[in-house]
């Protein structure tokens, strides 16, 4: 899809990015939210009492470096429709460039969390120069709006899950999963004609709500 608009019509380009990058940041930021309370239990479970505390505390870093790796995903691809994959090379060798050094600077001090958190910056080091190049390609993207109402929402359900964790996680982990696409609706994140692009592979009764809305 993008790549035919890329061809056919840039404006309509801008606006399938900008809905993905919305729908990608409404998934990955509470994921990253849920997972950092989860940790513990999860590792636990799925590797035993031998990879605690290290691997919960891998997993709660290295989580937070999905929001940004998504955007970045969706960024790749849309800078390949518009024909710059030569570019991007070099925005990868940029990444990769970084990793590396400061994987080598911070290991021998600071051990796995070093490397949790090299790969948290080395994915926002990426999105520098992606970002460079789509805004060169589709025009002026307005990056606060597409991002802020997933980061409100899933502060809010954190609040919830700080809260409510000591006590009860699951009924934390519960509510929190209420709370989050609350807020996220009350704060509407998407436009009317964001919610007609995505209407097509909405379940239908969301689309008779949206009709009737």
């Given at each position: 899809v993008?790549?035919?608009?890329?061809?056919?019509?840039?404006?309509?380009?801008?606006?399938?990015?900008?809905l993905?990058?919305?729908?990608l940041?409404?998934?990955?930021?509470?994921?990253?939210?849920?997972?950092?309370?989860?940790?513990?239990g999860l590792?636990l479970?799925?590797?035993?009492?031998?990879?605690?505390?290290?691997?919960?505390?891998?997993?709660?870093?290295?989580?937070?470096?999905?929001?940004?790796?998504?955007?970045?995903?969706l960024?790749?691809?849309?800078?390949?429709a518009?024909?710059?994959?030569?570019t991007?090379?070099?925005?990868f060798?940029?990444g990769?460039s970084?990793?590396i050094i400061?994987?080598?600077?911070f290991?021998?001090?600071?051990?796995?969390?070093?490397a949790a958190?090299?790969t948290?910056?080395?994915?926002?080091?990426?999105?520098?120069?992606?970002?460079?190049?789509?805004q060169h390609?589709l025009?002026?993207?307005?990056?606060?709006?597409?991002?802020?109402?997933?980061?409100?929402?899933s502060?809010?359900?954190g609040?919830?899950?700080?809260?409510?964790?000591?006590i009860?996680?699951?009924?934390?982990?519960?509510v929190?999963a209420?709370?989050y696409p609350?807020?996220l609706?009350?704060l509407?994140?998407?436009?009317?004609?964001?919610?007609t692009?995505?209407e097509?592979?909405?379940?239908?009764?969301?689309?008779?709500?949206?009709?009737?809305?």
């Amino acid at each position: 899809v993008m790549s035919r608009q890329a061809s056919e019509d840039r404006s309509a380009l801008k606006r399938t990015y900008t809905l993905g990058i919305k729908l990608l940041t409404a998934i990955s930021v509470p994921v990253a939210v849920a997972f950092t309370f989860m940790a513990e239990g999860l590792v636990l479970f799925l590797g035993g009492a031998e990879f605690m505390p290290a691997g919960a505390i891998a997993l709660q870093i290295m989580i937070w470096s999905i929001p940004i790796g998504w955007m970045n995903s969706l960024t790749q691809y849309a800078l390949v429709a518009v024909d710059r994959q030569r570019t991007i090379t070099w925005a990868f060798f940029l990444g990769v460039s970084f990793n590396i050094i400061t994987n080598l600077i911070f290991i021998p001090q600071f051990g796995y969390q070093a490397a949790a958190v090299t790969t948290i910056f080395s994915e926002a080091v990426l999105l520098i120069p992606f970002g460079v190049l789509i805004q060169h390609e589709l025009g002026t993207l307005d990056w606060l709006d597409m991002i802020w109402r997933p980061v409100v929402a899933s502060a809010a359900m954190g609040a919830v899950l700080l809260l409510g964790w000591p006590i009860a996680p699951v009924l934390a982990l519960i509510v929190g999963a209420v709370v989050y696409p609350v807020v996220l609706l009350l704060l509407r994140p998407l436009s009317d004609s964001e919610l007609t692009m995505l209407e097509p592979v909405l379940p239908g009764r969301v689309q008779r709500v949206l009709a009737i809305r």
